[in-house]
């Protein structure tokens, strides 16, 4: 141990020096406070100035445009030669005779999962036949069946390329990283000019946003191949083509085939997406237009379609990563034949009634309208009480501040200038007793807070939320992720997205809180009691499994468009990884550790509190990451129901077939996406190299 580093040193150093976390609370208060004084002063603090908005939106607009029309030609040829597979693959699904499909699918489950994958398969598709959608789930299902195969093989290119060549493998898991958080709205803008309108347009979509999961699974499975494999491989004088198809790609198989599930269920999230531009008679369309209509029964029936497929889809491809659980090729193959024979006669005679025939489930989604109807005449009121409720008391203050949100309308009373001054007294005195125990950025969350319900978050001074962001960026990744996020920010401002990108922050910081202690709550739940996991486990499968789309349905019915159902939405489906992650990271605490606690007397609670979480901090916080890139991507889903901010810009710019918008937008929204990744993952890793793994 150096001087530097001992013991002695330490105790001799001067007691005003300050940490990383120090510094960093100390530059956001003292932002915060400047920011505060000039505001009344110089009103270009407080909000930034149109005239220094610079004309980013209509330059980016012109620029693409200009090159989406050099290449159009191009792609229009691109586009043309997968409208043949497209068209062909849509009749053989959608044209052929139900029996054969529904005959051939049961068979392929029976090879790939056995009786039990079959049985499913006949249960899904025997409500998806009875539901009426029957034409339309198989629009659905060619897409992704053209679609999927795109997908896997330019994630399995840009999989080997990162790992052959490591000087670029930076760069592409960078893009790899564009490509997931540039929100799926906006891939669809600059795809629809290029390629026209149509179903192709969702096709090449899909592929685009399915690629990524693959690409990285494949660059896990070739960094987990055992390198003498590789150097036997080598000795006997292969070829790197050779090492990498019947070395590498053989040997990485497992992970690969776990790359195909989740490529695929990217493939039908995306494609289900994609219906918004419309033109083509797909199972999200009719979600789309019976939302649009208000036919909740039809919508909630077309939306169950969905879920279904998506389960079973994502439950067969999963299990084509364990050969074990395969059927008896021979039972698979008269499956396959007895549905052939019933297919022709089905075709030839009409004895079977054609699935347009087949509604079985009409009365159904009739008797949910019915019943809605029923509910909401019933319970309209208490529910417009809850909506109301969080949007006086929750979501207006954190958008707007106590300041402007507190009236007699919301509140009863009016907020006046003493209540503030109240308000910033008791913060003050509280936050001098943080000081008086040392704790300072305790201290500085304190004072933010306060000033973040004063003001609200929207109406924060522009300079204070750039330093707050570089500073951050600074504690968590140095000065490189500080000139990232706080440029991120000013780039925003200057294309004229400022309002935008904090209301998006607003709301989406809003649904990541709420998952956050929801999640960390049911997680702890889940990890200190079996019966709960069994309990929340196939509830976490379920949703996710359900595409982004199938959430906004609920939300509808019983809240109708606004602001709160699109938190609720957010919050559906991004509370997943924080529940899992925090189970994850608290079951996993070493049993070295437990085995010491124990013997030192700790009690339960202690346990849990002392060793089992602080070990789980690491996997919290991932999970925190993943939740706030679920609730950016869901974000501007919720655009559908109401939202403002960035999701709006890029569901208006679609509309229009607004470049600029759309891709500003878009960016913006995936520049925000990627400060938080970063920053997240900072804090992990210095707790990880804290607790020594």
């Not at 060619?142 to 795109?150: C, D, E």
């Not at 085939?257 to 797909?282: E, R, T």
């Not at 706080?486 to 649904?511: N, P």
């Not at 999970?623 to 999701?647: E, K, P």
Request: proline share 5%.
């Amino acid at each position: 141990m150096s001087l530097a580093e001992s013991p002695a040193a330490a105790l001799a150093a001067p007691a005003w020096r300050l940490g990383p976390g120090e510094r960093t609370a100390l530059v956001v208060v003292l932002a915060g406070l400047v920011s505060a004084l000039l505001a009344p002063l110089l009103p270009w603090v407080a909000a930034w100035p149109d005239a220094w908005v610079l004309p980013v939106t209509e330059r980016v607009g012109s620029g693409l445009g200009w090159f989406l029309d050099l290449i159009k030609p191009a792609a229009r040829l691109v586009s043309g030669a997968l409208a043949w597979p497209m068209a062909g693959t849509t009749w053989l699904l959608a044209e052929a005779p139900w029996p054969l499909a529904f005959g051939g699918f049961v068979a392929l489950g029976l090879w790939v999962g056995g009786p039990w994958m079959a049985a499913l398969t006949v249960a899904s598709l025997g409500f998806v036949l009875a539901s009426g959608y029957w034409t339309e789930s198989m629009n659905t299902l060619a897409l992704v069946a053209v679609s999927v195969p795109l997908a896997l093989a330019l994630g399995l290119g840009i999989g080997v390329l990162a790992f052959e060549m490591r000087r670029i493998r930076a760069a592409l898991q960078t893009v790899l990283d564009i490509m997931q958080t540039v929100p799926t709205f906006a891939y669809l803008t600059p795809l629809l000019v290029l390629f026209g309108f149509g179903p192709v347009v969702g096709l090449i979509a899909s592929a685009i946003y399915a690629a990524p999961p693959m690409a990285r699974n494949v660059l896990l499975g070739l960094e987990r191949v055992d390198p003498e494999i590789r150097e036997a491989a080598r000795m006997i004088g292969t070829s790197r083509w050779q090492r990498i198809v019947e070395i590498d790609i053989p040997a990485a198989m497992g992970q690969i085939l776990v790359g195909v599930n989740q490529c695929v269920m990217a493939a039908l999230s995306m494609v289900i997406i994609a219906a918004v531009i419309g033109g083509f008679d797909d199972i999200g369309w009719t979600v789309l237009l019976t939302m649009r209509k208000a036919w909740f029964g039809q919508a909630l029936l077309a939306g169950m379609v969905i879920v279904v497929f998506a389960m079973l889809i994502d439950r067969m491809s999963a299990a084509l990563a364990e050969p074990e659980r395969r059927g008896d090729p021979r039972i698979a193959r008269a499956v396959l034949g007895v549905s052939v024979l019933a297919g022709l006669v089905s075709w030839t005679t009409g004895i079977i009634p054609g699935a347009a025939e087949i509604d079985l489930l009409d009365p159904v989604a009739a008797y949910v309208d019915a019943g809605l109807t029923e509910f909401t005449k019933a319970n309209g009121a208490a529910l417009d009480q809850v909506k109301n409720t969080a949007m006086f008391y929750g979501l207006l203050p954190l958008r707007i501040g106590l300041d402007d949100a507190v009236l007699p309308f919301t509140w009863g009373f009016t907020w006046d200038r003493g209540m503030s001054a109240w308000l910033l007294g008791l913060a003050g005195a509280g936050a001098a007793l943080m000081l008086w125990r040392g704790w300072l950025v305790a201290a500085t969350v304190l004072l933010a807070g306060t000033a973040v319900m004063l003001v609200g978050i929207t109406q924060l001074p522009w300079p204070a939320v750039v330093v707050a962001a570089a500073a951050l960026g600074w504690r968590a990744g140095g000065w490189g992720l500080a000139a990232f996020a706080g440029l991120s920010f000013l780039a925003m401002a200057a294309a004229g997205l400022w309002d935008r990108a904090m209301l998006s922050i607003y709301l989406s910081g809003a649904a990541v809180l709420i998952c956050a202690c929801v999640g960390g709550a049911l997680g702890l739940l889940a990890a200190v009691s079996p019966l709960a996991w069994r309990v929340l486990r196939p509830v976490c499968d379920t949703l996710q499994t359900i595409p982004l789309f199938v959430f906004l349905i609920p939300m509808l019915m019983f809240f109708q468009i606004g602001e709160f159902s699109a938190l609720l939405a957010i919050c559906a489906y991004a509370v997943v990884p924080m529940i899992r992650y925090t189970r994850h990271g608290i079951v996993s605490t070493p049993a070295d550790l437990v085995e010491a606690a124990t013997a030192s007397g700790a009690t339960r609670w202690q346990m849990l509190r002392d060793v089992r979480i602080p070990y789980a901090a690491p996997s919290m916080l991932l999970g925190l990451n993943q939740t706030i890139l679920y609730a950016f991507a869901m974000l501007v889903i919720a655009a559908l129901i109401g939202t403002t901010g960035l999701g709006q810009a890029i569901y208006i710019a679609l509309g229009k077939a607004d470049l600029g918008l759309g891709v500003s937008a878009g960016a913006a929204m995936a520049l925000l996406a990627l400060i938080a990744d970063r920053l997240v993952q900072g804090f992990a890793a210095e707790r990880r190299r804290a607790l020594g793994l």
